[in-house]
């Protein structure tokens, strides 16, 4: 190429790159559908008048080499399809962060197994979307077999597996005991199903990525107990500083097959988890999800604004995306700066 027509290659790619950021035509078109010239055609209508006249006669030879990198690029820009194409399994995701999660990812392209032992909520949430975008599979992730189970039946339905949300858990004993009356029984079958249960999922999601090739998403939901002692019952702490531990290993390991693996650990979200909280630990069945927020913001440490199942659906995203292609082995906090304050200073 002469430096004219790279000088004029450069110009023309400025150009229309600004022109087409806006355009709805752009956003929503089937671009698949579209011959290269129909495009070319469009590309020199917008962008056209915006050139020189020397530039423009060129803009048809440059656009021959120039269409498949600015769809490329545009579809970056478009925050609706960040997970074209990508198939994922989120547990937990009939309610709460999960069910958020569910409808933040099908909305951004993907296909998305609903697992959950909440068959009622799965099923009607699995109808609402669509079947083509979404389907309910029973799991209870403390059964190796079923957590098995459940990454076949994504291999087998779409035939690839691109992300696995390991979103479920449970909070256990809903009253903060101290060390010396702690239930070993409730310790065991909270780390059964917030350790054990991720665990499985890492193994049996790997495994498919590694046999696929598939350069795989793997994550988390942990919480800010993760990082901080005394807000929770302590099985759930204890659980939670496990799940970073082996978001870490994982990382570590995954990584030369081209997994990340992340976490998210929330602070406090009014979801059907914290309710079940409120309602045992205070003991108000009546307590309702409002009297919940309320509490939330009141020891919140930024103000302004409520924390919601969906503000963590859309950190999920970030990590599941491109938008995240160099990041592993991160605990993503999602407090609003609570755990980089000292809060005994402002009691």
Known sequence: MDSETGAATLETKRVVSGELGQPKWWREAAFDNKSQGDVQQRVTELAGPALPDALHRLTPVILSGFC??????????????????KVAI????ASGI????????????A????ADVQ???????????GKH???FKHCDVTLETDVEALVAFAIEQWGKLDIMFNNAGILGKTVVEDVQGLNMQDLRRVLEVNVHGMALGMKYASRAMVDKGTKGVILCTASVASVLGGLAPIPYTVSKHAILGLVRAASSDLGKHGIRVNCISPSGVVTPL?????????GDPNYTPKQAQNFVDTHANLTGHSLSPMDIARAALYLASEDGAFVSGLNLIIDGGFSASNHSLNS
Do not use: Q, W
């Open 111 to 114: 296909r998305v197994i609903i």
């Open 133 to 135: 975008v979404a389907i």
């Open 90 to 93: 989120i547990t937990g995701g």
């Open 274 to 282: 914290l309710m079940d909280y409120f309602h045992d630990g205070f």
């Open 119 to 129: 068959v009622e909520k799965g099923t009607s949430l699995a109808s609402e979307l």
């Open 68 to 85: 498949v990198p600015l769809r490329r690029s545009c579809d970056m820009a478009n925050s609706s399809n960040r997970l074209e194409g």
């Open 98 to 109: 999960g069910e958020a999660s569910v409808r933040l990812f099908v909305d951004n392209g």
